[in-house]
């Protein structure tokens, strides 16, 4: 099993930015994607983006497209989401996972292990 640590949240203003990381730990998955969520309240978990083991591939939620960007440090066990030009519909309990080696990348029921998650709060 693959523990996964989420840090980096907080409050921030409108048009600010956040770093997210999530460090992780145990039986990584060499080779799979990562990816994260998130949660707003009275909401589904929703991709938010993924990247590939090598790094060559990324993908992001249309919402997010040009202003987040995911990366991972594979020496280090460790990927990061850069959150530029936030927006108040951009709160969330924000929720780093580990890609189970089945299925699409943007789908929640193909990760395989889960952080606790980070709130994240834009204020307007």
């Known amino acids: 099993q693959v523990q996964l640590v989420e840090s980096g949240g907080g409050l921030v203003q409108a048009g600010g930015s956040l770093r997210l990381s999530c460090a992780a730990s145990g039986r990584i998955f060499v080779g799979y994607p990562m990816g994260w969520f998130r949660q707003a309240p009275g909401k589904e978990r929703d991709f938010v983006a993924a990247i590939s083991w090598d790094r060559s591939t990324s993908d992001y939620a249309d919402s997010v497209k040009g202003r987040f960007t995911i990366s991972r440090d594979n020496a280090k066990n460790t990927v990061s989401l850069q959150m530029n030009s936030l927006k108040a519909e951009d709160t969330a309990v924000y929720y780093c996972?580990?890609?189970?080696?089945?299925?699409?990348?943007?789908?929640?029921?193909?990760?395989?292990?889960w952080g606790q998650g980070t709130q994240v709060t834009v204020s307007s």
């Open positions: 996972a580990a890609h189970s080696g089945f299925g699409a990348h943007d789908i929640e029921t193909s990760y395989a292990s």
